[in-house]
């Protein structure tokens, strides 16, 4: 059985096969990064346009470089939400078009659930329940995976994400497009506690996150300086990366003791940090917990998690017609909010 899945939607066209004999057998992105780069951000028609041109080369690069047969194709999984509405309207129609043509049926698939469930590709992969962080460019959240398919909010930012923030730390620091991890790279060659910036929200009795404070903190110290050298920049990105990491492990620390679970998975862009990772990997072994980390390739936006959870919803026969064309830009993973009160306080 074989599952091509499409990814449209950000700024990342990716297609990948999913087999369920061999795994996955195609996967590719075309990355608009270096396009978008020069505006400091996604710009969402230029986004979309880029997906047009992308997503049919990536279709001929298949037919070209691979012996599959498109007729040997079950279904076409589509990412429909959340995302920007342009981006994810040239996925679906797109994938709408090819399942049509080939008379076979479309799946739907919510971006948020498939950076989650992408775990399960790994070796180490949790069984249910599980908390799950998903830290993207656009989200941050605290989910509560009691089932596949059935997810709890424990906890989310009322304001900017964490990937938003490092973005826009970046783009102050004269840093390129995605900031994640050019902060990363340049923070290696900061000083350790040169300078100090807040960490939001720890001591509130809830698993909700803030970073706007934080983000406005580093930025107004970022333009206060007169000139912006190569060690001030790291000393910067270092003092931004320990505070906010700090704030993303010690989130997750509280969701495992308020639920007493001891599976946490991480995912999303965000989650490639690797002071993320190490700072998680020491709090959860304290807890004497499990911690799952998705590959670093599969962190940040990809079509091999689309055509995954495209297999696993096919096999529950989660299908619809081609002829139903569906994208929610603000689409939920979770269908509750939970209230943890009843356990234990923080
Ligand atoms: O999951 P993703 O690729 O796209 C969305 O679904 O939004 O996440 C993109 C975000 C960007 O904000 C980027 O700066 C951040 O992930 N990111 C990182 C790293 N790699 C990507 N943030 C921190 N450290 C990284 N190594
Ligand atoms: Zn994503």
């Not at 909700?208 to 107004?220: I, P, W």
């Not at 679970?261 to 709090?283: P, W």
């Amino acid at each position: 059985m074989k599952i091509l899945g499409i990814e449209t939607s950000c700024d990342d066209t990716g297609i990948a096969i999913y087999d369920d004999e061999n795994g996955l057998i195609f996967n590719e992105k075309f990355n608009q990064s270096l396009i978008h780069n020069k505006y400091g951000g996604v710009v969402p028609e230029i986004a979309s346009r880029e997906h047009t041109l992308n997503i049919s080369f990536l279709i001929e690069k298949i037919s070209k470089n691979l012996n599959i047969n498109f007729k040997k194709i079950n279904a076409i999984a589509y990412t429909c939400g959340p995302g920007l509405i342009g981006s994810l309207l040239v996925g679906a129609t797109f994938g709408s078009a090819l399942a049509y043509s080939l008379n076979i049926p479309t799946v739907l698939v919510n971006h948020l659930e498939a950076h989650l469930i992408s775990i399960m590709m790994e070796k180490k992969c949790p069984i249910f329940p599980f908390i799950g962080m998903l830290v993207s460019g656009k989200h941050t959240e605290l989910i509560y995976a009691h089932k596949f398919g059935k997810y709890s909010l424990l906890g989310k930012t009322r304001d900017d994400s964490a990937g938003e923030v490092f973005d826009k730390v970046a783009k102050n620091l004269n840093l390129n497009y995605p900031g994640g991890p050019e902060i990363a790279k340049i923070s290696k060659f900061g000083n350790f506690n040169k300078y100090f910036f807040p960490r939001p929200m720890l001591k509130t009795n809830n698993l909700d996150f803030s970073f706007s404070g934080l983000k406005t903190a580093v930025v107004n110290f970022i333009k206060k300086q007169s000139m912006l050298d190569f060690q001030l920049i790291s000393d910067v990105a270092n003092a931004f990366e320990e505070s906010i990491t700090d704030v993303l492990v010690t989130k997750c620390k509280h969701a495992l003791k308020k639920t007493r679970l001891k599976r946490l998975v991480i995912s999303g862009g965000v989650s490639a940090n690797i002071l993320l990772r190490r700072k998680l990997r020491h709090m959860v072994s304290k807890c004497k917990g499990e911690i799952f980390f998705v590959r670093p390739e599969f962190c940040t936006d990809n079509a091999a998690m689309i055509a995954y959870l495209g297999m696993l919803k096919f096999q529950l026969n989660q299908i619809q017609s081609n002829l139903n064309i569906y994208v929610d830009p603000k689409l939920k993973i979770y269908n509750s909010k939970m209230n943890l009160n009843f356990i234990s306080n923080i």
